[in-house]
């Protein structure tokens, strides 16, 4: 009698939900460091268009001002808005190379050499380079170059 009840009963073994469950666990998992990655490659779009976007609008601004004659051996310090976003710095390179952030210098270019000129002969060099805060450290991520001129 016993033997022809269990032969009648429908259902599913203990061994078959736990392989079912051990499957759609491994599709939660999938899914979840999909989901992680979807969304720190849209974080890190973010900070790029939004670094694009400051470099491009200070660069307009500065375009925008009366030319800034630099001395001899000098270089045009330029005043600019800061980001509303504490996490990005403005920077610039100096005449010999050293990344300073929170300035912006027009360097003296000499277009014939297409190099640093002494005297200020109406054109200037101007490079802004964006700086991100990511856990403490300033990463660069991106750069403008462009040149100022005498009008």
Known sequence: ????????????????????????GLIGVAFLTALNTAVKAVSLANVRTTSESYAKST??????FSYLSAADGSVADYTFL????NSFIICTYNRDGNLIQNKIYGIPWDVVTNNQ???????????????????????????????????
């Open 1 to 24: 009698m016993r033997r022809k009840l269990l032969s009648h009963q429908k259902g599913f073994s203990l061994i078959e939900v736990l392989i079912a469950l051990a499957i759609i």
């Open 82 to 85: 800061s980001p509303s976003d």
């Open 59 to 64: 660069m307009e601004q500065l375009k925008s």
């Open 117 to 151: 000129s002494t005297t200020d002969k109406g054109i200037q060099k101007i490079t802004i380079v964006i700086q991100h805060n990511e856990g403490g450290i300033n990463k660069i991520i991106f750069t403008l170059i462009d040149y100022v001129t005498q009008r």
